[in-house]
């Protein structure tokens, strides 16, 4: 029997667990030829997180963030990394906010889409499911996961979905972005599963925008500092979400819903308001988008609330929150373990009180449905 969530209970969408070994631990879920391809067998010592021979997923290796990426408060009794411990972040983090439900968003494989090798990458998002579901989701009743997809080769990532989704835990696709933008066909058949299994697709800064070929870019090249790179993210969910709309992909899925996890939600009015304003005037390029595109992202596009927007005037806070119908498109999301952790105790009462209920547990629900 499902339990179900109410008024009192408390869904974090974006929590990050880190494996302790780096890729070693996906040892147990590979072949021995598919752990020599990705240099993770017995020649090589496992120990040693990130040895040079073995592959590694692309990530940002350009800018140093002096407040460091981790929570070093997060670290587990063993010594392990932050958030690398299941025990230990359900009691530091579920146990300490009554969080009933975590999202989990696999923090190593979000730069997945970059790799060049699509069969490599197909081989590591199995194996992480797998790992995933045996080490986390075994671990407490409260998390529920993401899988994720390499989506380099669609009909891959659509197996993967179907294959992985069987396991109800699992409440979402999380879809490392790559140079395509999301409305392009090339990702039709991992909506097609997601969609077929009732599945949201998420997303997330994968930390190599503007960085690598096959990542996502950034408008004028790559940044100098990371207080540049960080703050410009935002870009890449509104060329993201314009993609979706003009590709007419709602349309095409009806039932589809994306989450922009760690996207923002101070562009969505302006990007609303030019999508409106310019398909009526170009309707006959795009005939496909029958509705008025802000319809569409109210409908289909839901956003995570960290990194909550934290204006001097609160009341601009509100004010944008109803431009972007967060009522129906907003969902709270800590980020743990990392450096910028929005505390629900501060981020949820800047919102207004109305709203706090629907942040906090309905709109994920709605979302996530009963897998929740």
Aim: include cysteine; hydrophobic fraction near 40%.
């Amino acid at each position: 029997m499902t339990e179900t969530l109410g008024p009192d209970d408390l869904v974090d969408c974006d929590v990050h667990p880190i494996m302790k070994r780096g890729l070693a631990d996906l040892s147990p879920y590979l072949s021995q030829a598919e752990r020599r391809r990705l240099g993770l067998d017995e020649r090589r010592n496992l120990t040693t997180v990130g040895h040079r021979e073995a592959v590694s997923i692309p990530r940002n290796t350009l800018y140093v963030n002096q407040a460091g990426v981790l929570r070093d408060d997060a670290r587990a009794p063993d010594g392990s990394a932050p958030g690398a411990d299941p025990a230990f972040t359900a009691h530091q983090l579920l146990d300490g906010n009554r969080v009933s439900r975590a999202v989990l968003i696999g923090g190593e494989v979000l730069g997945l889409g970059a790799m060049p090798d699509p069969d490599a990458a197909a081989l590591i998002a199995s194996a992480y499911n797998d790992w995933l579901a045996d080490t986390w989701l075994s671990a407490d009743p409260r998390y529920r996961g993401n899988l994720v997809v390499a989506a380099q080769d669609p009909q891959l990532a659509a197996a993967e979905v179907r294959r992985a989704g069987a396991d109800r835990r699992f409440v979402a696709v999380l879809l490392p972005l790559t140079n395509l933008l999301m409305g392009e066909r090339h990702y039709y058949p991992v909506y097609e599963a997601a969609a077929e299994l009732g599945l949201p697709v998420t997303v997330h800064p994968n930390s190599g925008e503007g960085i690598f070929r096959t990542s996502p870019p950034m408008a004028g090249g790559t940044p100098t500092y990371y207080v540049e790179w960080h703050a410009g993210l935002s870009q890449v969910f509104q060329a993201n979400v314009i993609s979706l709309v003009c590709h007419g992909v709602f349309e095409r899925f009806p039932e589809m819903k994306v989450v922009l996890t760690e996207g923002g939600l101070g562009w969505v009015p302006d990007v609303m308001w030019r999508l409106d304003k310019n398909v009526k005037g170009l309707r006959d390029e795009v005939p496909w988008v029958r509705r008025l595109p802000s319809e569409y992202i109210v409908d289909h596009v839901r956003f995570t609330s960290q990194p909550m927007p934290e204006p001097r005037r609160r009341h601009h806070l509100h004010v944008l929150c109803e431009i972007a119908h967060a009522e129906r498109t907003l969902m709270y999301s800590s980020d743990y373990p990392h450096w910028d952790y929005d505390d629900p105790r501060h981020a949820l009462t800047t919102l207004p009180a109305e709203l706090r209920q629907r942040v906090r547990v309905d709109n994920a629900v709605e979302t996530y449905g009963d897998r929740l």
